[in-house]
């Protein structure tokens, strides 16, 4: 079993919805990281947390520590979202590692 | 400026080359860090320097050989590879112990292709 998980593995969605990706992980960690990778390219950091909730433009990130869950919702979807999008964590270990998830294939439909 | 920049943005190479990766940073960050890539796989850690020493290697064969010649710069030297090693080659870097609000930094990437 993977440290962290996410799903779905795929997901699309028309313009407009909203969206909600979901990772849980299974080791204790320092924080959680969201991650943007568009096709043949870099990553972007979109969120680093460790409790609480996130925003930033039509984008939240929440995390359950308690729970060892963490959510990413995409408000008011747009074709531009499609890309993936990788949870990661950093574990209490190792305080400069990061754990990632298999990702999740967005694709937004006009 | 917060930009990790990567050069050469592709590269070609066959078995018997020597080339080399370059990571360039000017944001302060004093962690920097070498990923593999594979395509439809997340990235897999390869090295991690931390005040320009090298704090993890997780087993990564000879034929990679990381230099950290500065704070801001990270090399990553090829010699030998096998096609197998082919892939998106990514750097990135952060403060070297993640804090509140500290996102880590990652390049384009040097998309790397074995013949």
């Known amino acids: 079993k993977n440290e962290v998980e996410q799903s779905p593995q795929n997901l699309t969605a028309q313009e407009g919805e909203f969206i909600t990706i979901n990772c849980s992980y299974s080791?204790?960690?320092?924080?959680l990281h969201w991650l943007q990778q568009h096709p043949g390219g870099g990553i972007v950091s979109l969120f680093m947390?460790?409790?609480g909730k996130k925003k930033h433009g039509r984008l939240i990130a929440t995390i359950n520590i308690q729970e060892k869950h963490s959510s990413l919702h995409i408000t008011a979807s747009h074709p531009r979202d499609s890309a993936v999008y990788i949870c990661a964590v950093t574990p209490e270990e190792y305080g400069n590692k990061l754990v990632f998830g298999a990702g999740t294939i967005l694709r937004v439909k006009s | 400026d917060t930009e990790v920049t990567q050069t050469p943005k592709h590269l070609v190479m066959g078995m018997t080359n020597k080339k080399s990766l370059k990571c360039e940073q000017h944001?302060?960050?004093?962690?920097m860090y070498w990923y593999k890539q594979k395509a439809k796989k997340p990235p897999e850690l390869m090295f991690v320097?931390?005040?320009?020493?090298?704090?993890i290697n997780e087993s990564v064969p000879s034929r990679f050989s990381p230099e950290c010649p500065n704070s801001s710069l990270l090399n990553l030297h090829l010699h030998a590879l096998q096609p197998e090693d082919s892939a998106l080659y990514l750097c990135?870097?952060?403060?070297?112990?993640?804090?509140?609000?500290?996102?880590?930094?990652f390049g384009s990437g040097t998309q790397l292709s074995v013949l």
């Open positions: 080791v204790g960690i320092s924080a």
């Open positions: 320097y931390s005040y320009e020493k090298l704090s």
């Open positions: 947390l460790s409790s």
């Open positions: 944001m302060g960050h004093r962690a």
């Open positions: 990135a870097s952060s403060h070297p112990r993640q804090r509140l609000n500290e996102k880590l930094f």
